[in-house]
């Protein structure tokens, strides 16, 4: 067992640069441990005060020395934060130096020389765990907000920290604890009220049941969220799918010709769309073809297609034929799906509104098509425009801001969900008793697991091992 793994509270102070390397306008030195308010006070001399007097949650101007050298090292600000109403629940002090790379080195070197010991990563949080000042699913919180790249996720991750997720667990154990009491009751007087019991029981399993399967659901959207949407731009050979890519990452990404099949893998790139990081994907036009290569990335398009969150279906605006390939692949994308009529500028024919009509009576889509020119850039906000409302639209689907946020909180919940499920089904079948007990009291085990409960070394290392050194 290495020590920064271990359960058991560790005494020494430790301290590091909690504040991201590289030059920048100030650096964060954090510290915490019982020794820090002795150490802070060998390197740090105050202008205004006495400096035996520095005082719990007070910002102060001063000095750091080089108590070996009696360097003057940097000007710094101080806070002192007086243990256990700090982050971590022990005495902790943050510096805030100049933001360079050398003195705020030199000055995590002092503190060490003064017996600081150098934080592993997420040891802070670790340690606000190990002492009670969150759970875990707080600190799993604590690490999305840092991550979070957009404003849902954010969202959920602060939702997540400010308790709301551990209400809804809170409520799916009471729902345990209440089915725990009827089996007990029916164990204890089984004549007098298996009548009333019955049905009641099914009817609040079965309640359980269901918030925890949309608990467990509610990590897809999160997901989602989290990687960000992914546009997938399709349409049959040579109609300007790799003109709009490029159009739309505003750089000359995907090569350009007039040659159909002109690309053969499919590209990607990441911007944001209002606000929202998303994954635009140019594929290999669509035809039947007998060569290798281009059936390769026809069947890579067709695979992207699937499982992307939003299709550009692009037509060139001379030659509405769909692709017969499409067909089938689009069934499963209806919502989704945004047809684009490329190449108005070259456009003399009739009334646009003619052309829609045309459309949406040949292949019915959901959405109205909207009409562009990757070369002359027209039509692309209203384009973009469109992309955000069937944005909208999927996020509307995400309906609840509470949620989980882990793959460990997602296992976890499946676990208690199979005991109460064995729990209902021994029930129904008429199984002893004690053994649906037994099934509700693991189902039980699972839950608190979630928030921190009897938590395995090796849950906590993988967790904290994903922040931060100074977090
Ligand atoms: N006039 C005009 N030409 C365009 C427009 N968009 C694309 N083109 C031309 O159409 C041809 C095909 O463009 P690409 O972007 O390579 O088309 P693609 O759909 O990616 O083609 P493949 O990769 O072969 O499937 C090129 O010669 C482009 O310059 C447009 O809006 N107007
Ligand atoms: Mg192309």
Known sequence: MSINSSLIREIDTICAISSPEGEGAISIIRASGAESLPILKKAFKPYSENFYKIKSRRFYTGRIFDFQTGAYVDEVVC???????????????????????????????????????????????????????????????????????????????????????????????????????????????????FESINDDFLKKANESAELIGGLISSYENYELNKRGFSIVIAGAPNVGKSSIMNRLVEKKRAIVSDMPGTTRDYIEENLFLSNKPVKIIDTAGLRETCETLEQEGIRQSLNQIKSADIVLYVFDINDLEESKILRNTLEEQKDGLIPVVNKVDTFGGEDLKIIEKNIMQKFGFANNPVFVSAKTRIGFESMKQALHEVILKIEAGIKDDVGITTLRQKNLLAKSLNFLLNAKDKFTEGQPLELISIDLRDGIIALDEIVGGVTGEDVLDMLFKEFCIGK
């Not at 340690?127 to 000042?133: D, I, Q, S, T, V």
């Not at 997720?165 to 729902?175: G, W």
């Open 79 to 193: 806070v002192f934060i007086k243990g256990p109403n700090s982050y971590t629940g022990e005495d902790m002090f943050e510096l805030y130096p100049h933001g360079g790379i050398f003195n705020t080195k030199y000055i995590l070197e002092i503190m060490l020389k003064l017996g600081a010991r150098l934080a592993y990563k997420g040891e802070f949080t670790k340690r606000a765990y190990l002492n009670n000042k969150i759970n875990l699913i707080k600190a799993e919180a604590i690490l999305e907000i840092i991550k979070a790249n957009s404003l849902k996720t954010l969202v959920i991750a602060n939702n997540e920290l400010n308790g709301l997720l551990d209400e809804k667990i809170n409520k799916i154990k009471e729902d345990y604890i209440y089915l725990l009491a009827s089996i007990e009751a029916l164990i204890d007087f089984p004549e007098e009220i």
